[in-house]
């Protein structure tokens, strides 16, 4: 069984540039979940992307945006980056959307400089 | 709004020792809860999932209540190790794909 793999593990951009992380599901997985998490905090949720169509979405801008692949792989986009948004990108995976439980990769750690 | 909180903020422990870290919601409307371990810079690491139908589940020294009428979950974990030390996060999980965390509680046990 394959687990939720990100890339890249590490990120440094400049404030306005634009980033895109990625994330492979478990194997049989499909849905994706994204989440940023400061540091010190919780994770929160950003988007969950089920069958590649998006299954509800938190308090994040429209510069957050995302794609689910008919593999289920999928992109996390974010466009005009700011400082505030250095974090840590989680992207977990699950079968079906609420009652299974969620299985999260490694993160990416975005720096926004 | 579903709010979670996490209470302690963090904990100091002897090995050895049995604990309970504490997990507390404000919407009962819940498809279920589910407590994870965060090691420093890593990602988050299942340890148990509770149904909304359930009240309690165990794994190894692990066990984990949930009283959705009373809007709290309990994780206990047994004969505490070193090993052990992590921040810990409840997720609740409702429709609409929707997951809301805690803070977490950051357990230290010393040997």
């Known amino acids: 069984e394959t687990g939720v793999t990100q890339s890249p593990t590490h990120l440094i951009k400049t404030r306005g540039q634009q980033v895109t992380l990625r994330c492979s599901s478990q194997?049989?997985?499909?849905?994706v979940s994204w989440y940023q998490q400061a540091l010190g905090q919780g994770p929160q949720f950003i988007f969950q992307?089920?069958?590649?169509?998006?299954?509800g979405r938190g308090n994040f801008p429209p510069r957050f945006s995302g794609l689910q692949f008919p593999n289920y792989s999928s992109e996390l986009n974010v466009n005009a980056l700011e400082l505030d948004d250095s974090a840590l990108y989680l992207c977990?995976?699950?079968?079906?959307?609420?009652?299974?439980?969620?299985?999260f990769g490694n993160g990416t750690r975005l720096t926004v400089t | 709004k579903q709010e979670v909180t996490q209470i302690p903020a963090a904990l100091s422990v002897p090995e050895g020792e049995n604990l309970v870290l504490n997990c507390s919601f404000t919407d009962s409307a819940i498809y279920n809860l589910q407590w994870f371990r965060q090691d420093p810079g890593k990602g988050l690491t299942s340890l148990l999932l509770i149904q909304s139908s359930q009240r309690e589940q165990t794994s190894g020294r692990l066990n984990a209540s949930l009283d959705k009428s009373s809007g709290r979950s309990t994780l206990y974990i047994a004969a505490s190790q070193p090993g052990d030390s992590a921040t810990y996060l409840c997720?609740?999980?409702?429709?609409?794909?929707?997951?809301?965390f805690g803070d977490g509680t950051t357990l230290t046990v010393k040997p």
């Open positions: 977990a995976s699950s079968l079906g959307t609420s009652r299974s439980p969620l299985h």
């Open positions: 194997s049989g997985h499909n849905t």
């Open positions: 997720a609740i999980h409702t429709n609409a794909g929707k997951s809301t």
């Open positions: 992307y089920y069958r590649e169509e998006e299954n």
